[in-house]
T-cell receptor, first 112, second 114 residues
C-alpha cells in the first residue's frame, strides 16, 4: 500500500510553545486529513484538506496541503496540556479506488 | 446520538479461541470500516463495507471475517485467535466515500491473545 512518513514520532514540549509536525509520501494524494487520538479513545478529525496549497485553521491548529501534493503540515500554536495525545495524518491517494492511508502518528506530551 | 459504539472495550483470549467484535453506528452512514492499531504502525485497514450486505478486504484481512447484515452494524470475527492479533481494534463509519472519506471512530477494543 501507500506509505506515509510522519515526523517526529514524539515531541516533549512546554506549555505555551508552538508545535509543528508533518507527513510526507512518495505518492500524490488528493486529500489530507489530520486526526487526534486521546488516551483510550478513537481518533477524532481535526482538519480536512482538499486542494494543493490549501491552508486551513481550526482554533489554534493550522494545517496545510503541500504544493507538491505529497506532503502536509500541522501546526499547533500556544500549546496547552489538553493538546496531549497522538496526532495522525491520513491521505487519500490519487490512485483510483485506494483507501485512506494513515501515518504512524506523533505522540505529543505537553509539560505544564 | 452515540456516534460509533464498540463492544467489548477489553477482551483477553487464549490462542485458538474465537470471538466477535460488534460495531454499531447511529448516524445512518453507508460506509463502515475495521482498523487495527499497533505501536509505531498507525492504523491499518482490515475490512470495510460500502453498504448493507457488502464487505471488502482491506490492507490486512487475513485471520479476520466480517459481516454487515444491517446498515448500522458491522461485525468483526476472529475464528482462531493468534498472538499476532493482539492489538487495539477500531471501528469507523463515514457518510461519503472516495475523496471525502472523513471517518468517525469508535473508542476501540483492546484485545490480548495469550
Amino acid at each position: 500500500g501507500q506509505q506515509l512518513n510522519q515526523s517526529p514520532q514524539s515531541m516533549f514540549i512546554q506549555e505555551g510553545e508552538d508545535v509543528s509536525m508533518n507527513c510526507t509520501s512518495s505518492s500524490i494524494f488528493n486529500t489530507w486529513l489530520w486526526y487526534k487520538q486521546d488516551p483510550g479513545e478513537g481518533p477524532v478529525l481535526l482538519i480536512a484538506l482538499y486542494k494543493a496549497g490549501e491552508l486551513t485553521s481550526n482554533g489554534r491548529l493550522t494545517a496545510q496541503f503541500g504544493i507538491t501534493r505529497k506532503d502536509s503540515f500541522l501546526n499547533i500554536s500556544a500549546s496547552i496540556p489538553s493538546d496531549v495525545g497522538i496526532y495522525f495524518c491520513a491521505g487519500q491517494p490519487e490512485t483510483s479506488g485506494s483507501r485512506l492511508t494513515f501515518g504512524e502518528g506523533t505522540q505529543l506530551t505537553v509539560n505544564p | 446520538n452515540a456516534g460509533v459504539t464498540q463492544t467489548p472495550k477489553f477482551r483477553v483470549l487464549k490462542t485458538g479461541q474465537s470471538m466477535t467484535l460488534l460495531c454499531a453506528q447511529d448516524m445512518n452512514h453507508e460506509y463502515m470500516y475495521w482498523y487495527r492499531q499497533d505501536p509505531g504502525m498507525g492504523l491499518r485497514l482490515i475490512h470495510y463495507s460500502v453498504g448493507e450486505g457488502t464487505t471488502a478486504k482491506g490492507e490486512v484481512p487475513d485471520g479476520y471475517n466480517v459481516s454487515r447484515l444491517k446498515k448500522q452494524n458491522f461485525l468483526l470475527g476472529l475464528e482462531s485467535a493468534a498472538p499476532s492479533q493482539t492489538s487495539v481494534y477500531f471501528c469507523a463509519s463515514s457518510e461519503e466515500f472516495a475523496t471525502n472519506e472523513k471517518l468517525f471512530f469508535g473508542s476501540g477494543t483492546q484485545l490480548s491473545v495469550l
